[in-house]
């Protein structure tokens, strides 16, 4: 069990130039089966003479090398958890060692595959999930993905029970045998590496569509899904076909096989993966229409569908050449599907959400006990790494890239990528390469993001001299220690700049002293920065616009400039900026003091929300981000100590309260003047107003008038959105529309996806824990499928403060007890689930207490690796 260090790689000494499988499953998937693997070897040093592939679980049965059994080999079980193994095969007596034919027979284990890794069954599908180390389940191989090969699949399996057998690549043959069972064998002409190795068995549900390339060339589409969610597949097709479009229209990348396929399937540890030419998916991040899903699922549907299919190029056709490298494929296509979703939608709401998710989560990451850099340096479990700081943040180091050297030479940067790499498993030093060459920008120093974790706070001073007539700034980075990494170096950080007279208008074509253009993009590249401005009046300085770097901005301002800039910026970003920051100096002076909702400021307060709600219909779907209070658990993401869940819960309460006493006729007012709706579509204009509805219902309810108004908005709706949302006022504000409930149990049944969204608001709003356990009863709830526990715990443990952090401890525990119990089958499962404990550090010392002894207990049981990661750097 001892961790990998990047340091560690080696090239490999053999390549599998061709990798031909043979699976023949039985109809009872009697367990275990046999799998045949022929692979051929090509020697890439010469003079070695033996090699070790990996495994896991498997038994090996015979070997064969060049057709003869071979006995030069030994098969070694690896000490710790798991059954890892590695078969070691001497091939000194071969006559021709540069050129071999290995065969390998094993079995392997499918039906009580829990792991959902390899090969395993999901409800009555079969299928596999190789990312990252899954292959080693199937039988042995370079489970690594600097090792590509072209794969041959053959699959048998009984006729009625799997009519649909999948593989990546193209179709080749097929048909039936005469005992009940039937084949098909698929080739995929491009090399790849074992992690997008995929196969799918089983009756589906198939969408059927086409896309002309721009080359003109016709290429199948086909989503798969459970029987009878057909019908559910049609906007998941046309998210494939916009993201096609997209990707020749922006990129110039075309796709390469004749066939693109999807399968969604019930049990999945992630949100989907990108296997050639045969995606799968999480089928939460597949199906879905305007009947089961929320717009917010859609639009994530649209997402993943894009990410997914973008990966055919930045990750299927380049890959890594080691997991370290992940955000070389990750950050990269994060950055890809954003701007998708930017182009297809409203940029600024997709930079919002994007930076939501930074501020949120990974800012907490890089200052907790996980801290580690977008490339990490050393890993024990390597399914840790799949996290908001490889991807989200890996995306914001692509975008500052994107940021210094503009547009057109980032795609001259792609297109050299892709003409050097195409084919090969290389590195981020490579992808930044291609970027520092092909735009001649000297990207050296920029390069440390890749190693240096820990996010960089900015400190912005001014002074303004009205005699000089200059305004003096002057920009800081400080980079603290983090828990992984106790020396750090400056950064590369460009910044965005805004300047604002004292009325909230821009000013622009400022001077330096000496002269020089104030650019509206400053690059920070040292630890200090002085900048003197030629300005005959103070100015307010918005900096960091669009985050345009992933860092965290101190800047000593005034309540009443905050509030110029949340309601008269001529920028929405920057208002949405300047509206956290007020909502957050609103509750340190809350916790300060409870009478501050009484004061002149809060009164301004009060204003800025009036400002906001005069101006929502401009751009509904922003504004409802911006009117929406931050949430208890988006303010704590910005505390760094001392942190009180049930203290801030209570301003949470009283603010809200405030809000809605002074705004309330406001936004009913606001509510009834909306334009309508009308008929449901997917765009933002009709997704925003549902928005926006939904805040101004709640903020109109919160004292229990108005009911009515929530009751037909349910009532009236024609999609799921509205009747969700309904529930979930009715639920936050005590409404006791027990009615709205009975229906939506009737309408809905029988759609898992549906009550994973409504177990996901009881969670949430759940008075106790009882209430919470209670939810773990319904009939949708299966313990061992991610989805379902996941619906349950992540809002529970994120949102619910006063269940979670109830002084008894018994949340806490509640969130151990599941780790414990979904660590026994499924590790990334419950590795996931251990997350939610992890902001101990930033907690008062009562919590922080409580929560290290739990995390002690969990140290002194037995833990899968990824977990014991995670909890020996909590403890550390
Ligand atoms: N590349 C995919 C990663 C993934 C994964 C990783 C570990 C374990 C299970 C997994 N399922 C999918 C997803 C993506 O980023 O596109
Ligand atoms: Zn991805």
């Not at 199948?220 to 076909?241: T, W």
């Not at 717009?295 to 994530?300: E, G, I, S, T, V």
């Not at 760094?640 to 819960?649: E, G, R, T």
């Not at 525990?813 to 992890?838: A, C, G, I, M």
């Amino acid at each position: 069990n001892k961790p990998l260090l990047r340091s560690d790689y080696r090239p490999l000494d053999f390549k599998i130039l061709t990798t031909e499988l043979d699976f023949n499953f039985d109809e009872n998937l009697a367990n275990p089966f046999t799998v045949t693997s022929k692979l051929h070897f090509q020697r890439l040093t010469s003079g070695v003479t033996s090699f070790t592939l990996d495994g896991q679980d498997l038994e090996l049965l015979s070997l064969k090398v060049n057709g003869t059994d071979w006995q030069d080999y030994q098969l070694e079980d690896l000490p710790g958890e798991g059954k890892f193994q590695n078969l070691t095969i001497d091939i000194s007596k071969l006559d021709n060692q540069d050129d071999f034919v290995v065969e390998i027979v094993n079995t392997l284990e499918v039906a009580n595959n829990k792991l959902l890794s390899g090969i395993y069954k999901a409800g009555e599908h079969i299928c596999s999930q190789c990312e990252s180390k899954g292959f080693r389940l199937i039988t042995f191989y370079f489970d690594r993905p600097d090792n590509l090969s072209v794969f041959t699949v053959k699959i048998t399996a009984d006729k009625t029970k799997y009519p649909y057998l999948l593989s990546n690549g193209n179709f080749v043959e097929g048909s039936e045998l005469d005992n009940g069972k039937h084949f098909a064998v698929w080739h995929d002409p491009f090399p790849k590496p074992s992690y997008l190795f995929a196969l799918v068995a089983g009756e589906f549900d198939v969408l059927e569509d086409h896309f002309i390339t721009k080359s003109g060339r016709k290429v199948d589409l086909k989503i798969f899904a459970e029987v009878g969610r057909g019908e559910q597949l049609h906007f998941a097709m046309s998210s494939l076909k916009r993201s096609m479009k997209w990707d020749e229209d922006r990129f110039g990348l075309e796709y390469d096989l004749d066939l693109f396929m999807i399968v969604a399937v019930s049990f999945f540890n992630m949100g989907a993966m990108e296997n050639k030419g045969l995606n799968i998916f999480n089928e939460s991040a597949l199906i879905g229409s305007k009947d089961t899903a929320t717009d917010a699922r859609l639009k994530r549907i649209d997402k993943v569908v894009a990410h997914e299919y973008f990966h055919n190029w930045t990750g299927d056709r380049v890959t890594c050449r080691d997991w370290f490298q992940l955000t070389l494929k990750e950050g990269l296509t994060v950055f890809r599907d954003q701007e998708f979703t930017s182009d297809t939608f409203d940029r600024t709401l997709e930079r919002i959400e994007s930076v939501e998710i930074m501020q949120n989560y990974q800012f907490d990451e890089d200052s907790g006990p996980t801290s580690h850099p977008i490339r990490p340096e050393k890993v024990l479990s390597q399914d840790n790494f799949y996290t908001v700081t490889v991807y989200d943040k890996g995306s914001e180091v692509i975008r500052m890239i994107h940021t210094l050297i503009g547009e057109e030479n980032f795609q001259k940067g792609m297109k050299l990528y892709f003409e050097r790499h195409d084919g090969q498993a290389v590195t981020c030093d490579d992808f930044v390469a291609a970027m520092a060459d092909a735009s001649g920008y000297n990207l050296d120093k920029f390069k440390l993001w890749y190693s240096q974790s820990g996010t960089p706070n900015l400190k912005v001073e001014q002074q303004f001299e009205a005699e000089r007539g200059v305004l003096t700034l002057t920009f800081t980075q400080v980079n603290n220690p983090t828990n992984d990494q106790k020396e750090k170096q400056p950064l590369v950080l460009p910044l965005r700049t805004l300047f604002l007279d004292q009325e909230g208008s821009p000013v622009v074509n400022l001077k330096t002293t000496s002269g020089e253009k104030v650019e509206e993009l400053i690059v920070l590249e040292s630890d200090k920065l002085v900048l003197e401005v030629v300005t005959a009046k103070p100015l307010v300085v918005v900096t960091n616009l669009d985050f345009s770097a992933p860092i965290k901005v101190e800047q000593d301002r005034s309540f009443a400039e905050l509030a110029l800039v949340a309601s008269k910026a001529p920028n929405e970003y920057a208002r949405y900026q300047a509206v956290q920051d007020l909502n957050y100096q609103v509750y340190l002076k809350t916790l300060a003091d409870a009478s501050f909702v009484e004061s002149q400021e809060f009164a301004l307060f009060l204003d800025v929300y009036k400002d906001l709600l005069d101006q929502a219909v401009v751009n509904p779907a922003v504004y409802a981000i911006l009117l929406r209070f931050t949430s208890p658990a988006n303010v704590a993401a910005r505390f760094k100590a001392d942190l009180d869940p049930l203290a801030v819960l209570e301003v949470y309460k009283t603010v809200s309260q405030a809000l809605a006493k002074a705004h309330g006729d406001r936004a009913l007012a606001l509510f009834k003047q909306l334009p309508e709706v009308g008929a449901y579509e997917f765009n933002v204009t009709q997704a925003g107003l549902r928005d926006l509805k939904a805040v101004l219902l709640t903020l109109a309810t919160k004292e229990g008038q108005h009911k009515d108004l929530v009751a037909s908005l349910y009532e009236k709706a024609d999609n799921f959105t509205d009747r969700i949302n309904a529930l979930r006022i009715n639920l936050a504000n005590n409404l006791g529309l027990d009615s709205l409930e009975q229906d939506f149990f009737k309408r809905y049944a029988d759609e898992v996806l549906v009550l994973d969204a409504y177990q996901s608001v009881r969670a949430t709003f759940a008075n106790s824990l009882a209430e919470v356990k209670e939810l773990t009863k319904l009939h949708s709830y299966d313990a061992q499928n991610p989805n379902r526990v996941r619906a349950i715990m992540t809002p529970f443990a994120m949102h619910n403060f006063a269940v979670m952090y109830n002084k008894d401890a018994s949340g806490i525990k509640y969130v151990v007890e599941e780790v414990l119990r979904t660590d026994k089958f499924n590790p990334q499962l419950s590795s996931n689930l251990v997350n939610l404990l992890l902001k101990f550090f930033k907690l008062t010392a009562e919590y922080r207490n409580l929560i290290l002894n739990e995390l002690s207990f969990l140290q002194s049981q037995t833990l899968s690796n990824n977990v014991k990661e995670k909890v020996d750097s909590a403890l550390e």
